[in-house]
């Protein structure tokens, strides 16, 4: 029961809270540890400011030796989040470290959400509304953040 | 006397030998003749027997710290090894970088699709051999 991934997990778990990063946060579900939830919060003074993203975080016994699935499950706007949460972040693939953990994950995809790499699109339409209409691109995300607000009421009871 | 110290042969980049204990076991005093002049008394002290006791660390960060890779510390137990010391060691990359030997090999052997890299640098992983540890 008690695998070296499983033993990892609860070390993040524990610096998690001992230690917490601003603006992210993240549990194991209660059932269990190799499967997680996380919120991460929109960075103030950005478009993002106020929204309450929501993730789940899947590992496998090869942590922290091979990177976890990440997804949103809050609908986004952005270049490099797939319509169906998937994200294109380099250290969630070939730039995985086993030095990461829980916290750093979540801090890495919450630099993204200011930060898109243009290069790498997952969402043509962000990415091109991105590069050439920003004011445009803004107003996407303003509506995902406060479509946000909604789900958070709505997905109360869902874990 | 008697001495116990555990020795690992491996080089004082490795090792960190505390400062042993001293123990005086037994202590007899008594006055000192040459210099019991003018009722002043001195004493002398002969000691019988003491006992050192020797410890030593991985040299690797500050006490406390932690392998980067299964956040257990240094001195500690990776998960995949039974006891700490002797049977979990600390090694070193040329970058500088250290890990426990169990880590890092999982880290290494699990990446077969291009050159090792040290896990906090990014540099390519060479280990790095320790001085007074042999070639042979």
Known sequence: MSTPARKRLMRDFKRLQTDPPAGIS??????????????????????????????????????????????FVTKMFHPNVYNDGSICLD????????????GAILTSIQSLLCDPNPNSPANSEAAALYNENRRAYNKRVAAVVEDSWMEIGAGTGAG | MVVETRSHGTSADVQRVRSPSIDVVDVSA?????TASEGATSLSIDVKTWRAVGAWTWGAGDAGDVCGICRIAYDGCPPDAKFPGDDSPVVWGRCGHAFHLQCITKWLSGNAQDAPRCPICRGAWEFKELEGTGAG
């Open chain 2, 30 to 34: 008594r006055p000192s003749a040459s």
């Open chain 1, 26 to 71: 993240g549990t194991p579900s209660e059932s269990n540890i190799m499967s997680w939830h996380a919120v991460i919060f929109g960075p103030e003074g950005t478009p993002w400011e106020g929204g309450t993203f929501k993730l789940t975080i899947a590992f496998s016994e090869e942590y922290p030796n091979k990177a976890p699935v990440v997804k």
């Open chain 1, 91 to 102: 250290i969630l693939q070939n730039q995985w470290s086993p030095i990461y953990d829980v």
